[in-house]
């Protein structure tokens, strides 16, 4: 198996507010194996972009171990993180804001290779942002541009190429795709799939739409209320899914044959508040399959096989 690239341990984050600690993440543990595109996924409110922003110190864990290729890079100081960054980088979800609009798009990424101090010459860093700009399917005479005068589409592609700027190894893509056209979405896909073969990237996807985690990402991490539910295998989850949470999650997903016979499992509720969440296993304010010792019990996570285990009381029980 290929060894990991990122190991995470342990990891929480409460945030302290007026109205009480919001909890995050709890005790979240998982590896990204070298080259593989593991997908995150889970609701609005479960945790995802917070664990992906952790995992670059753009927020501090309150704790728990993050490793990258075995550095804890949780005690790293500054000077030590700043050259750490080089080899991570993020997409960020939203490609109408997380361009400065005041700047052309040769400035947002010659930044990056400014701050890392790559390239020789104001030349060199020109002809490197045209060849990242080919890459990603922008031509080079666009780079004197404002970010107002592409689609987004095109504006996602920059946030690409400023990702890619410092030659990382690791990049967390945080719904990268989801405010894009369906039809931009797969050439988008695409493009992170080529990348990640040409590059060899190792890519932690975070993503609500579970037909998009299944056409890219070889694992899968269910995360509910900042713990992980299940993870594992592609195939494993979306053949034999085994948290009931992952059940649903799947169900609800629309297929092309609306006629298709399938189990649904119905949600009830919304996802509680992490100010306050529940006791013991966190879903089971919304699983129809709790008992009473859900209440009380935090659920370990149970071995399904190879490169697949859930966090459920009773699992089995409800196949």
């Not at 031509?139 to 095109?154: L, T």
Request: a neutral charge; one cysteine or more; glycine letters at 8%.
């Amino acid at each position: 198996m290929t060894a990991p690239l990122v190991s995470i341990s342990g990891l929480t984050k409460t945030f302290v507010t007026l109205r009480g600690d919001v909890h995050a993440l709890d005790d979240v543990s998982f590896d990204i194996p070298r080259g593989a595109v593991v997908g995150l996924v889970g609701e609005s409110g479960s945790g995802k972009t917070t664990l992906g922003r952790c995992l670059l110190r753009l927020i501090e864990p309150t704790s728990g171990s993050v490793r990258f290729d075995g550095t804890e890079i949780t005690k790293l100081d500054t000077r030590a993180m700043q050259a750490m960054r080089k080899r991570m980088q993020i997409i960020f979800q939203d490609p109408f804001s997380s361009l400065n609009p005041r700047m052309r798009v040769r400035d947002i990424i010659g930044e990056a290779l400014v701050a890392h101090r790559i390239g020789r010459s104001g030349r060199e860093r020109r002809d490197m942002i045209a060849a990242l700009l080919d890459e990603v399917g922008l031509k080079a005479d666009q780079m004197g541009r404002f970010p107002h005068e592409f689609s987004g589409g095109q504006r996602q592609r920059i946030g690409i190429a400023r990702a890619l700027a410092v030659e990382p190894e690791f990049i967390v893509a945080d719904e990268s795709v989801s405010a894009l056209d369906v039809s931009v979405q797969a050439q988008i896909l695409n493009l992170m799939q080529d990348l990640r073969d040409r590059r060899g990237l190792t890519i932690l996807f975070i993503a609500h739409d579970l037909s998009v985690v299944e056409y890219l990402c070889d694992e899968v991490v269910v995360l509910y209320l900042g713990r992980v539910a299940e993870r594992g295998d592609g195939r494993s989850i979306y053949a034999a899914p085994a948290h009931p949470y992952t059940r649903a999650l799947l169900s609800a997903a629309p297929v092309p044959n609306p006629d298709a016979q399938r189990q649904r499992e119905i949600l009830r509720g919304d996802i509680p508040s992490p100010l306050h969440p529940p006791s013991g296993c966190v879903f089971r304010t919304r699983c129809r399959y709790a008992i009473e010792k859900c209440a009380g019990t935090i659920p370990p996570a149970v071995d399904l096989g190879p490169r697949h285990d859930a966090a459920c009381l009773r699992i089995g029980e409800f196949a």
